[in-house]
């Protein structure tokens, strides 16, 4: 590359505005868990006391006309243990600016069936999720106590910066369902219990006779209005729905009690960094690319659709871990293939391994696939996973299809 070809690819790159960052930082926020905007409430007794005193008071005064047979039923399906253990399935629908689509084709799949685990202690006000894709695959873990909370990445710290190149993301699990699935965890047994669940009517869902249940707003500590189907035959809960203006429905497969183990809520280890950042790039030549990606790297050619390429590059990218965490900050290698059209621009960086770094999204439901394209927007960025390296498609200005770009990634040869 000549003197005048790198000052070009630097004023190319120069001009580039600060979508990389803001990816990277919407990324993490997503995969991170921001705060609930609620308070936990901790009972001055056990719950397993407090539902069976309050469970005398609904006999005494039923809201439900009389039905207390329902109230003691639906108490009884859950059981009396310290420890509430309750299985979620939903399928919540993108962030906002992720769309996946199948390659080559380009047509719009299915958003993922996530399911997540949690175990709650409410008289010690402890809580452990576990996070999965339906088909089983964990991507997630977290650990919430009165003093910390605590997941793969360290001690949650809730904040994010942007410095440059270098974002400290808030410190959470992988991937976070709704809120409204934790304040169902919190509230269906105390609502049971002291009489603010109020039947309103019968039903089916998905095969289930159900008893549906109001649970009443409480805007003192954030907490939706939520319906509740409860199974008619095993008084089970099978479904929840929010009522409030993002609406939430989700299904319960599973809930029972246990007995309070202190192993079950020990913070997870750290594997996960809560920091990446990129060095300057330094240019190289394309048949080098496969070299610095464990042998493979992919590209659109010298030129691809008025696109020609004006620089190669490698970067150096940095995870660093939580302070606590005693690992050490490892370092990887990305590569860079930046093509101009005209003020137009079209970047293909790329990795031997998911990396925050490179704005992509990993370790989640949302990780670059084989034969999946995602795409991210308003900022044109999309990510795949092409013959084991990770790709992210920039652009800045430009109309270049990404599905297009991602159909005529090729392989490169030395």
């Given at each position: ?17 600060p979508p990389d960052e803001e990816t990277r930082r919407r990324i993490y926020e997503h995969a991170t868990r921001e705060a609930r905007g609620r308070r936990r409430r901790l009972p001055a007794v056990g719950l397993a006391a407090a539902a069976a005193a309050a469970t005398v008071a609904v006999l005494l005064v039923s809201p439900w006309g009389g039905n207390t047979g329902l109230v003691q039923r639906a108490l009884a399906a859950v059981g009396s243990g310290e420890v509430l253990h309750v299985v979620f399935t939903e399928q919540p629908g993108p962030p906002g600016w992720y769309g996946a689509v199948s390659l080559p084709s380009g047509k719009p799949l299915p958003d993922p069936i996530l399911r997540r685990e949690v ?296």
């Amino acid at each position: 590359m000549s003197t005048d070809d790198l000052h070009t690819l630097r004023e190319f790159r120069a001009e580039l505005p600060p979508p990389d960052e803001e990816t990277r930082r919407r990324i993490y926020e997503h995969a991170t868990r921001e705060a609930r905007g609620r308070r936990r409430r901790l009972p001055a007794v056990g719950l397993a006391a407090a539902a069976a005193a309050a469970t005398v008071a609904v006999l005494l005064v039923s809201p439900w006309g009389g039905n207390t047979g329902l109230v003691q039923r639906a108490l009884a399906a859950v059981g009396s243990g310290e420890v509430l253990h309750v299985v979620f399935t939903e399928q919540p629908g993108p962030p906002g600016w992720y769309g996946a689509v199948s390659l080559p084709s380009g047509k719009p799949l299915p958003d993922p069936i996530l399911r997540r685990e949690v175990w709650y202690d409410q008289s010690r006000g402890l809580e452990k999720s576990v996070f999965s894709l339906g088909n089983g695959n964990g991507f997630g873990e977290s650990i919430e106590t009165p003093q910390a909370d605590y997941n793969s990445a360290g001690r949650i710290t809730n904040a994010v910066t942007v410095d440059g190149n270098k974002v400290t993301p808030s410190v959470g699990p992988s991937a976070s369902l709704e809120p409204a699935l934790a304040d169902f965890v919190d509230e269906y047994q105390s609502a049971l219990a002291s009489g603010q669940a109020t039947r309103t009517g019968t039903g089916q869902v998905d095969g289930h006779d159900v008893t549906w249940l109001h649970i009443a707003a409480d805007p003192a500590h954030y907490d939706p209005a939520m319906d509740v189907a409860i199974d008619s035959s095993t008084y089970a809960p099978v479904q929840v729905r929010t009522d409030d203006a993002d609406p939430v429905q989700f299904d319960v497969s599973e809930i029972d009690t246990q007995a309070y183990d202190p192993s079950l809520f020990t913070p997870p280890p750290v594997t996960s960094p809560v920091s990446a950042s990129t060095g300057a790039p330094t240019p190289i030549d394309a048949t080098q690319a496969p070299g610095l990606l464990d042998g493979k790297a992919v590209w659109l050619g010298q030129s691809w659709n008025g696109y020609e390429l004006v620089g190669v590059a490698q970067e150096q990218v940095t995870d660093s871990y939580s302070p606590d965490s005693g690992k050490q900050p490892v370092q990887s290698v990305a590569v860079v293939f930046t093509y101009a059209d005209g003020s137009d621009m079209l970047e293909i960086a790329e990795t031997a391994q998911c990396e925050f770094g490179l704005g992509l999204s990993c370790g989640g439901p949302y990780q670059p696939q084989d034969g999946v394209l995602f795409l991210h927007q308003p900022d044109s960025s999309s990510t795949t996973l092409d013959d084991g390296v990770y790709v992210a498609i920039r652009q800045n200005g430009g109309d270049a299809d990404p599905v297009a770009v991602a159909n005529a990634l090729q392989s490169i040869t030395r």
